[in-house]
């Protein structure tokens, strides 16, 4: 039988491996649509298995910030959008890579 120590180590692992799949997941977003010159935050949220929601928040402040693109995604394992509801088009240049913040995931 596991001690809490390692039940505990082994939910840090599977926790900290959900963030870096939502940071990928995110920055895969982020490199169809473009990266928004008033980008405020890029949340990812697990909603189970293998599909998110995807929320690109743009705005100079936390006061004004309003979400501006939303969207549901299935990936893969390796943090590729297989699809989208609706689906992501280009409407900004092109994205900084790793701008998602692992804290907003989850």
Not at 16 to 42: F, M, W, Y
Request: negative net charge; charged residues 20%.
């Amino acid at each position: 039988m596991p001690s809490k120590q390692q039940d505990h180590s082994s939910n840090d692992i599977e926790q900290q491996e959900r963030q870096q799949l939502s940071a990928k997941i995110g920055n895969d977003v982020l490199r169809t649509l473009g990266q928004p010159s008033d980008l405020h935050c890029l949340q990812v949220r697990v909603l189970w298995k293998d599909h998110y929601r995807v929320n690109v928040l743009v705005g100079i402040d936390v006061v004004s910030a309003r979400v501006a693109h939303s969207y549901f995604v299935v990936g893969d394992s390796d943090g590729k959008v297989l699809t989208s509801a609706p689906q992501i088009t280009r409407a900004y240049l092109p994205a900084t890579p790793a701008f998602v913040d692992p804290t907003e995931s989850n």
